[in-house]
C-alpha cells in the first residue's frame, strides 16, 4: 500500500515538473521573438539616427555653400539633426517591448523557483522510497 503512495506522488510531480518545463520553453520562445523585435527596432532606429546624422551634415555644407556664416550654418544643421530625432511613436513601441520582456522574465523566474522545489520534492519522495524499500526488506542473519 505505502509503495502505491510513493507511485502517485511521484506521477505527480513528474507531471508537475514537465508542466513547469513547458512553460519555460514556452516563455523562452516569446522572450527569443521579444528579443527579435528589439533588436529590430533599435537597427531601424539606429537607421533614422544615421539618416538624421546624414541630412543635418547636408544641411550644414548646402548653408555654407548657400553664403551663411558658419554659425547660421551650425544652426541649419542642429534644426535638421534634431527634426526626426524625436521619433515618439518609436520609442514607445520599443519601450512596450521592453516592458513585456521584463514581465516575461519575472514569470520565468517565478517558474523556474516553483520547478527547482517539485524537483527537490521528488528527489527527496525517490530517497524516502527507497529508505522505505531497505527497511521493509528482510535481514538474514548468517
Do not use: H, P
Amino acid at each position: 500500500m505505502g509503495y502505491a503512495l510513493f507511485t502517485a506522488r511521484k506521477l505527480s510531480l513528474n507531471s508537475r515538473v514537465n508542466n513547469l518545463n513547458a512553460k519555460l520553453m514556452s516563455i523562452s520562445n516569446q522572450r527569443f521573438a521579444l528579443t527579435q523585435q528589439i533588436e529590430a527596432q533599435q537597427r531601424a532606429q539606429n537607421m533614422r539616427e544615421a539618416a538624421t546624422q546624414l541630412q543635418a551634415c547636408q544641411a550644414y555644407a548646402q548653408a555654407v555653400k548657400d553664403g551663411m556664416s558658419t554659425e547660421e550654418a551650425s544652426n541649419q544643421k542642429e534644426i535638421a539633426k534634431y527634426q526626426s530625432v524625436f521619433d515618439t511613436a518609436s520609442d514607445t513601441q520599443l519601450w512596450e517591448l521592453q516592458q513585456k520582456d521584463s514581465l516575461l522574465d519575472v514569470q520565468q523566474k517565478s517558474i523556474e523557483t516553483q520547478l527547482k522545489a517539485a524537483q527537490q520534492e521528488l528527489e527527496a519522495v525517490e530517497k524516502t522510497e527507497e529508505s522505505a524499500i531497505k527497511n521493509a526488506t528482510a535481514k538474514y542473519c548468517g
